[in-house]
């Protein structure tokens, strides 16, 4: 079982990798005007970290 400090540190850690993954695509995506296969990877991304977040919040038992 992982400890809180842990799942804080792992869940911190997953928001800002998503966030600026997030963040890179989308600028990357504007400044070149190829829309169509960033968006798709951006959301494919972010549903996966999202994902990833949502696993690491303690359930209420």
Do not use: N
Not at 30 to 53: K, M
């Amino acid at each position: 079982m992982q400890s809180i400090q842990t799942k804080l540190a792992a869940l911190i850690g997953l928001a800002a990798i998503a966030f600026t993954s997030i963040a890179v695509l989308l600028y990357i995506s504007i400044a070149r005007d190829f829309l169509p296969g960033i968006v798709e990877l951006t959301v494919a991304l972010s549903v996966a970290l999202i994902f990833g977040i949502v696993t690491l919040v303690p359930r209420a038992s």
